[in-house]
């Protein structure tokens, strides 16, 4: 049996880097994905990706996750496409990077919103679909800037959501216990996908300090984390919640 066989599975962003992955292995694992993103071509590959492995998915795009209603209607649709939900794998975030003071207001509220307001809003619809369920587990991809601060990019928004990200986790664990659902958060260190791509192009100098941040002296490929996750999914994680792992390289760590 796999690990994840019968657990039906919502994950955000599965349009590439990390959701992508994620669809991947957690299809790999038995269970069946529903995946959302904003990027209707680009879900639709992973769909394809998924299905050309032999494993379930539905993909449900394009989603914009900041909105509530468009969020409502998501975990709605995900619930109808196999009858039920076990996991939501908040994944999906957009950010802005900026240093202090020029970081805008705009920025901010960017920021918060795509980093902070998505896991929430997926979360609250998801909550009754899983106290329904007899129980459930919330995992929330934060970031190890929940938990220091960095340099490189300037990042006050990013710090400030993913400790946020890592609060809620804890408070969702303490709520959801009587239900029978599980809280747990991932904070990932540097991870090589589209994201980081984007955001340190070739910024050489900005790479070499992340990279040296980090014990082992590089990013994470998106399945070191991910693999994490679908233990955190499974029935054999039955005894954590609350918690905040990083994975993150040991860059944490000193
Ligand atoms: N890449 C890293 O180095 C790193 C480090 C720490 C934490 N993280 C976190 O890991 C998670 C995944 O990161 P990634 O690097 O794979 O990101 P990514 O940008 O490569 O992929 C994110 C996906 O989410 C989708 N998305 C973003 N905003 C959306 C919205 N409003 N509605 C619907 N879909 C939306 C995007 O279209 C994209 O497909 C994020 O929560 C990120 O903050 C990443």
Known sequence: ?????????????????????????????????????????????????????????????????????????LVEDAVAAYGGLDVVYNNAASLRFGRMPDFS??????????????PFLV????????????????????????????HNPPMVGHTAANAGVIGMTRQLALEGAPHGIRSVAISPGPVLTPASARDLGDDRAARDAITAKTLLKRFAEPEEIVELAAFLASDRAAYITGANY????????W
Do not use: C
């Open 105 to 118: 207001v705009e920025d901010w509220r960017a920021t918060v919103t795509g980093e902070l307001d998505i």
């Open 246 to 253: 990083a994975v993150d390289g040991g860059a944490s760590a």
């Open 1 to 73: 049996m796999a690990t994840l066989d019968e657990k039906v599975v919502l994950i955000t962003g599965t349009g590439g880097g990390m959701g992508r992955v994620a669809a991947q292995i957690f299809a790999r694992e038995g269970a069946r994905v529903v995946g959302a993103d904003i990027h209707a071509p680009a879900n639709e590959e992973t769909v394809g990706l998924v299905r050309g492995a032999g494993g379930e998915m539905t993909g449900i795009a394009p989603v914009d996750l900041t909105d509530p209603h468009q969020v409502e209607r």
């Open 123 to 150: 979360s609250k619809y998801a909550w009754p679909h899983l106290v329904r369920r007899g129980g459930g587990v919330i995992l929330n991809v934060a970031s190890m800037a929940g938990m220091i601060a960095g």
